[in-house]
């Protein structure tokens, strides 16, 4: 073959390098069950898994896309270590991985390459941005009867699984989304028509959506009671996880009915659930006119750099967050404490102006120069003009991210799926920097 074929291309090649070291896969070999190691079907080797899922978040592919590009190309296959004769892993063993292994192994993987870049590469953390960003949740826009349609359909479909358990004479949970659905097109309709009477219908509709959520939940509540009274015998652990599971979704279900019957009676609703898929995501505010609310996270980046000049490049710390709508300064915290664990300590931090000077003070008080945009100078006008400018980047390095390694949406569901996906992206952009670095 040509030679051209034969070797591979100069950003693969270096982060081949960077991946040869076995160190970053001692994670994985400690997070995983020691009952698990010589029991079960056999898994993937480690090494393969994790340059597949570094393909996936520099290239932005679906797990299907993923395996079905690497079958396809020499160079893909050279670089996961898969031979021209081997098949390549399916895609649903690549997905179970990444839930299973989860956001916490990842995070150790990050730091593992930090620690590395600062002990062997001569990385020298001078400088600092830190600055949050919303990573939307895979769902539709929502609002009550929507949620209430949902929740009905959910609770029928499980207690359709589960009912054969229960035995004979169980009854199950009638299917109301015919109904519910109903309401939402009349909503749909009676919103279309922009006469005086639209709120007060609209809220007549809702509420009556709400009410048949609420019968749902109290049939779903008698099912999984029934489910743990006859969970006796063979098969008695399978029953209790059927109503354990049940009840779960009757929770959320019950929480649609209350938040409909809260905004009914004209109160504040306080953690609102915004999907029955993703009970974890939020509503956020941020005062972009663009989207004035998202639904998802907010995650923290902090980015470590060797200087301040434009177009600086540097490492990602492992981002903190927290479920809801946190302010700058309620996750600062957890990034100082990233920071203390991998030994960094910049000299120049700039932060926006979302950040409180008491707070910032508190967690990062070995810096010596602190910018907060429009709220804490630096100490003269030249170190602020070179800050502000620095800051500015952090914008760019969020926009770099969404664009570039798949942090604009997390499709994995729940507060740790949203942390697996935003720590994968973290990872493979810092193994695209070290490269650079390499090359």
């Known amino acids: 073959m040509p030679i051209e074929v034969r070797e591979l291309p100069e950003d693969l ?5 960077l991946l040869d070291d076995r160190a970053l896969l001692a994670p994985i070999w400690e997070a995983w069950a020691l009952s698990a190691r010589c029991q079960g079907r056999p898994s993937i080797a480690m090494d393969r898994y994790v340059r597949l899922m570094v393909i996936k978040m520099r290239t932005g592919w679906g797990y299907e896309t993923l395996v079905r590009e ?19 892993p399916d895609e649903s063993t690549v997905r179970k991985l990444t839930r299973r292994l989860g956001p916490d192994v990842v995070d150790e993987i990050t730091r593992a390459v930090i620690d590395k870049a600062t002990r062997e590469r001569r990385f020298i953390a001078r400088a600092l941005r830190i600055d949050s960003t919303v990573v939307e949740s895979d769902i539709r826009y929502p609002n009550d009867a929507a949620l209430a349609a949902d929740a009905t359909r959910v609770l029928a479909r499980e207690a359709r699984k589960v009912k054969a358990l229960a035995g004979k004479g169980a009854r199950g949970v009638r299917d109301r989304s015919r109904s519910a659905g109903q309401k939402l097109r009349a909503i749909s309709r009676t919103v279309a028509r922009r006469t005086g009477q ?5 809220l007549r509709l809702t509420g009556e959506a709400g009410q048949l959520v609420q019968r749902s939940v109290d049939e779903a509540r008698k099912l999984a009671q029934q489910l743990r009274q006859r969970a006796r015998g063979r098969g008695a652990k399978a029953k209790q996880r059927a109503a354990d599971r049940l009840d779960g979704l009757a929770d959320r279900a019950e929480k649609v009915a209350r938040q409909i019957t809260q905004r009914l009676a004209g109160e504040k609703i306080t953690d609102r659930l915004v999907s029955m898929a993703d009970p974890d995501a939020r509503p956020i505010r ?13 995650f923290q980046l902090a980015e470590v750099t060797e200087n ?3 177009g ?3 490492l990602i710390l492992p981002a903190p967050t927290r479920i809801g709508s946190p302010n700058e300064s309620d996750l600062l915290g957890a990034t100082a404490a990233e920071l203390r664990r991998a030994g960094l300590n910049p000299r120049d931090v700039a932060l926006d102006g979302g950040f409180a000077p008491g707070p910032v003070a508190e967690h990062l008080p070995d810096a010596s120069k602190v910018f907060i945009a429009g709220r804490q100078s630096a100490g003269t006008a030249h170190a602020d003009r070179r800050l502000a400018r620095y800051r ?3 914008e760019g390095r969020i926009s770099h991210l969404k664009r570039g390694y798949g942090m604009r949406r997390t ?8 942390r697996t996906s935003v720590g994968w992206s973290i990872l493979t952009y810092n193994l695209d920097t070290l490269a650079i670095r390499l090359a």
């Open 312 to 314: 600086a490049r540097g």
């Open 308 to 310: 301040t000049r434009r």
């Open 392 to 394: 500015v980047g952090a």
């Open 411 to 418: 499709r994995l569901r729940g507060q740790p799926g949203a």
């Open 198 to 202: 639209a709120k007060s219908t609209v």
């Open 13 to 17: 090649a270096a982060l081949d390098v």
């Open 286 to 298: 941020k005062g972009k006119l663009r989207s004035p609310t998202e639904f998802g996270y907010v």
């Open 70 to 88: 690497v079958s396809d190309s020499i160079h893909l296959r050279r670089f996961c270590r898969i031979a021209l004769t081997e098949r390549v």
